[in-house]
């Protein structure tokens, strides 16, 4: 598990992401996101906090592999750091993206 503060900008884009596409359950204070990279599929398990702070609990990585479906555990620091770099990079793309279509859409 990681904690990560962001600028405020950073912290409601990824919150906001969050409430609208994560799964939570009841009574449940984090939320769970899917991520593509490559041939593989993530899912991420984030945390919102105070103070402008996320952490990342654990990541699940999957693949199929000559048809069979495989998952690999994820809670060394240094992927999980790397996955929430990607997620935040990922989002702010698509932001961008949204903000350019309304601007010429």
């Not at 990560?4 to 994560?22: I, K, V």
């Not at 041939?39 to 402008?52: A, F, N, V």
Request: hydrophobic fraction near 30%; glycine fraction near 4%.
């Amino acid at each position: 598990m990681i904690i990560r503060q962001f600028s405020q900008e950073q912290y409601d884009l990824l919150c906001r992401y969050l409430t609208q596409q994560g799964h939570s359950g009841p009574l449940d204070a984090s939320y769970e996101v899917s991520m593509k990279v490559d041939d593989y599929e993530y899912r991420l398990r984030l945390q919102p906090g105070t103070k402008r702070k996320i952490a990342i609990l654990q990541a699940v990585r999957s693949w199929t592999e000559q048809g069979e479906q495989h998952f690999q555990l994820i809670t060394d620091n240094l992927p999980l750091s790397c996955l929430l770099e990607l997620l935040l990079l990922e989002r702010k793309s698509a932001e961008q993206h949204k903000k350019t279509f309304r601007q010429h859409g």
